[in-house]
């Protein structure tokens, strides 16, 4: 992982090299209607409130968990112990990410969402509050962290999610297999190159012209941004944004020519 000071170098590149985030000078209609429908949607939905004040809460909960942790790279896993607040400050992405996977599903409307990746279940619970009407399957590999996801969504009153527990090496196959066709998938739970270039394709086969992929955290180390840059050039995908924290993948054939944006966020 990039240190705070690399990052800094790398945000602050971002920003200066990203197009404006107001749609000006945007000659495609899909992204124009992305920037200005979606990303400049300030409307605050009544879901925002009750999720942020569960992250108050989450950041606040000294309840200590037993975790399985691989390390980078590694094939080994190993028990520590860490408390949920700790989890909430390095896991949980920022409130304006969570609230734009919201708008994006209240927008576009995907029937069968998927997530890798479900830790304290935040990012979940924007998802699922979008529309209760969409079915959403999350996995998380961890059973303690996934006990406190649980928690979080009979709190929220979220009952249309499908919670599976287990190494993705362990469960991915057998749940594509059970879900079929994904309209939205958001892989938050792999911060390796290998695993993450490895789950986008066995993903692919799921996934259709009008579908979404966001991968998150695609630059905080090499190794993501290795990852990010091969699959945002893979012949499947015809447009690419990068909005430094998340990247959004698009499958759409209407785009003839492939596109790759940077747009600041």
């Known amino acids: ?22 749609g000006h000078g945007m000659h495609s209609p899909f992204v124009f209607e992305l920037i200005t429908q979606v990303m400049n949607d300030d409307r605050q939905f009544y879901a925002y409130r009750q999720i942020e004040n569960l992250r108050e809460l989450l950041l606040l909960n000294r309840q200590e968990l037993v975790i399985e942790d691989p390390g980078e790279g590694s094939k ?16 949980l992405k920022p409130r304006k990410f969570g609230q734009l996977l919201f708008r994006m599903v209240d927008h576009y409307a995907p029937r069968q969402v998927l997530e890798l990746g479900t830790s304290l279940g935040i990012t979940t619970a924007y998802l699922a509050s979008a529309n209760r009407d969409n079915r959403i399957l999350t996995m998380e590999d961890d059973s303690s962290v996934a006990s406190v996801a649980r928690q979080n969504f009979d709190k ?5 999610i499908d919670l599976v527990e287990g190494d993705f090496d362990a469960t991915l196959t057998t749940t594509l297999q059970r879900i079929g066709r994904i309209d939205m998938a958001v892989m938050n739970g792999e911060h390796r190159y290998g695993a993450t270039v490895r789950y986008y394709r066995e993903l692919l086969p799921n996934l259709h012209e009008h579908s979404i992929l966001i ?27 990068d909005l430094f924290v998340i990247g959004l993948v698009f499958f ?4 003839k020519v492939k596109q790759h944006f940077t747009i600041r966020f």
């Open 1 to 22: 992982m990039y240190s705070p000071v690399q990052l800094a170098v790398r945000y602050a590149r971002y920003y200066l090299t990203a197009s404006n985030g107001k």
């Open 252 to 255: 759409r054939k209407e785009q």
């Open 156 to 160: 929220l009153g979220l009952q249309h």
């Open 76 to 91: 080994v896993k190993k028990r520590k112990t860490c408390t949920v607040a700790d989890i909430a400050r390095s896991s």
């Open 215 to 241: 991968l998150g955290d695609i630059h905080s180390s090499c190794e993501m941004e290795q990852a990010w840059k091969e699959i945002s050039q893979d012949d499947a995908v015809t447009l690419s944004i």
